[in-house]
């Protein structure tokens, strides 16, 4: 088993006017996937197959800190550096097939610099763990050795997060994954600018080079209208895209919606997505 970290940045840092302070955040997504395509019999004729499966997700995470908003109320710190404690579970339902799977972890940082974090996984019967210890050189570099434990491989990775403030709010964040056999290595990017007023822009792109296989990327951008409304759209190497939306009716509760398709495969491929955010 190949672990591979090449997750896009989500946070970075600035501080503006008016921002928000929160400790826990809380998200529940649900998730429609309808896929519809033919199969063609040995007389010629077709028929057409279907699969249509729902996917829950809840999760929450805790921060023994105040956690400082950027101007979106979604928008956060691109290094965290606040310890915290995390949990999630997720459930999948296809025809007569149901599965759980769950996580919990906690991510600490220490008044000297070293950051240490651990958790636990069951995605889908398949048992791990993993670790990490890391060191904060500055407010805009942290680095981390990892390694993840799935009782049949161990396997370690080097991560590094390096944020570069172009003025007091606009700023671009990279982060870099090399697995220890540098098989996968992988590099992601975020820009974030403040446009006019209430008005933000980021965007992001990703990179993930793999020995013996295809390289892949990924497209992304999210359009702020103001703090609360959000537009956003994501493209990658396979023709996956989606296309979603997030509104906060006030500082503390927010509705996401998404629709997902994929241009390269055969048949109607709809994925659905409807989400509901906490902050505290």
């Known amino acids: 088993m190949r672990f591979k970290l090449a997750a896009l940045p989500l946070m970075l840092v600035a501080t503006t006017a008016g921002a928000e302070e929160y400790n826990s955040f809380t998200n529940a997504t649900y998730a429609n996937t309808d896929y519809t395509y033919s199969i063609s019999g040995s007389s010629g004729s077709t028929r057409n197959r279907g699969y249509d499966a729902d996917d829950f997700n809840l999760g929450t995470t805790y921060f023994f800190g105040s956690k400082e908003t950027l101007g979106p109320l979604k928008e956060f710190e691109y290094i965290n550096k606040v310890s915290n404690v995390s949990g999630e579970f997720y459930h999948h339902n296809h025809d007569s097939d149901d599965i759980d799977s769950f996580s919990v972890g906690g991510e600490y940082f220490a008044s000297n610099g070293i950051v240490v974090s651990a958790g ?46 172009l003025n007091s709010t606009d700023y671009v964040g990279f982060n870099l994954f090399v697995d220890e056999e540098f098989e996968n290595r992988a590099l992601s990017s975020k820009y974030f600018t403040h446009l006019a007023g209430e008005q933000y822009l980021t965007v992001e792109v990703a990179y993930n080079s793999i020995e013996k296989a295809d390289d892949y990327w990924a497209l992304g951008t999210e359009f702020f209208f103001n703090q609360r409304t959000s537009v956003e759209f994501n493209y990658d190497e396979n023709e996956n895209y989606h296309l979603g939306m997030t509104h906060f009716f006030n500082r503390n509760i927010a509705v996401e919606a998404a629709y997902l398709s994929n241009n390269d495969v055969s048949g109607d491929l709809d994925i659905y997505q409807l989400g509901l955010t906490v902050q505290l």
């Open 120 to 165: 636990i996984y069951d995605v889908w019967e398949t048992n791990l763990d993993y670790q990490s210890i890391g060191y904060l050189f500055s407010p805009d570099l942290l680095v981390k050795l990892n390694h993840v434990d799935d009782d049949s491989d161990n396997e370690f990775s080097l991560e590094a997060r390096y944020n570069y403030q």
